[in-house]
């Protein structure tokens, strides 16, 4: 399964652009000291010519914010804490659900219930539900950063569980109805053994699949919150002049220049176009990934070897047998 996952060109294309933007970013934040450029005014000689914010050119590949701080770098800086973001909390979405879904298949009669209560959480918008309950705490100047990242990350992941859990269940109901599970089942196999043994092997390339989707679900809540305002791990206002506050991410994370400089988008356009540009690259690499994933997993595992048989002694001893039955003589 892992061989015929690598082969798929989908999923070459999508890790290989995730791979390489967060190689950059780490690279960036360990060899050029995670430094940003910022220059608000522009000098010929000692005339200024120019001031922030400055469009897209060959100087600023993205463009700059008021501040002058180039905005190319500026997502190159958080694109390790946004990738990082959405990689912990699908993992840690994916193992409470499948420790859920086991549970789940031991409810009985609560299952129709845990059902409802479930499917209650699509007809409620997630991110408007965890600003509602975090916005909050990230007002208050009684918690710490981390304080506020770790509750904000708990609700990111919690606010899946649920749902994820019942489809986690689902899947292996669908594994348990096959025959190999009901021989398992009659040979005295335990329940622990049926799963570990006979019922993980068909469930690996699907918790695979459903990890990918649940770092896209990630990556738009994160936008979804920056928009509304909610930045990870609080948000932090940079005075500009003597009139402005600007809301700024003290650790450039995407969703935190989205919310920024979704205020600005009048003035400058571009602060607004190259955040959502850069969730939207990411999420359709990730669509990539899980296409090649879907592929290589409708593909057979094992492929039988069939032996080419030697044509040449067939047909010679087809034109042997021939030649002796025809002049056989009969026996009286």
Not at 40 to 64: L, N
Not at 294 to 319: E, Y
């Amino acid at each position: 399964m892992i061989k015929a996952i690598w082969k798929q060109p989908f999923f070459l294309i999508g890790f290989l652009f995730v791979f390489s933007l967060l190689t950059f970013s780490l690279y960036h934040y360990y060899v050029m000291d995670n430094e940003i450029y910022e220059n608000q005014i522009v000098y010929e000689g000692i005339t200024p010519v120019d001031k922030a914010p400055f469009a897209p050119s060959s100087e600023y590949w993205f463009g700059s914010d008021r501040m002058g701080a180039d905005v190319f770098y500026q997502i190159v800086s958080g694109a390790k804490y946004t990738l990082g973001i959405a990689f912990i909390a699908s993992f840690l979405r994916i193992i409470l659900s499948y420790f859920g879904g086991i549970l789940l298949m031991s409810a009985g009669r609560l299952l129709p219930v845990i059902k409802g209560l479930g499917q209650s959480f699509y007809y409620i918008p997630s991110a408007l539900l965890i600003v509602l309950i975090i916005w909050p705490v990230t007002m208050s100047d009684q918690f710490t950063f981390w304080d506020k990242v770790y509750f904000e990350l708990l609700l990111i992941v919690l606010i899946a569980v649920p749902n994820t859990a019942i489809l986690m269940k689902e899947e292996i109901n669908l594994i348990q109805r096959e025959e190999f599970i009901t021989s398992a089942k009659l040979m005295g196999g335990s329940r622990l053994r049926i799963l570990f043994k006979h019922v993980m092997p068909h469930l690996w390339p699907k918790l695979l699949l459903m990890y990918v989707q649940q770092v896209i679900a990630v990556l738009l809540l994160l936008a979804h919150l920056g928009i509304l305002g909610l930045f990870f791990g609080g948000t932090t206002f940079r005075e500009y002049g003597l009139e402005f506050e600007i809301p700024v991410s003290d650790s450039n994370e995407w969703s935190g220049l989205l919310g920024g400089y979704y205020y600005q988008l009048r003035l400058a356009p571009w602060l607004v176009f190259f955040p959502v540009l850069s969730f939207a690259t990411v999420i359709m690499a990730f669509n990539f990934m899980a296409e090649g994933i879907k592929r290589a997993s409708g593909q057979p595992i094992m492929k039988r070897r069939v032996k080419k048989k030697d044509k040449s002694k067939d047909q010679l001893a087809a034109k042997n047998a021939s030649f002796t039955f025809i002049h056989e003589k009969k026996i009286s």
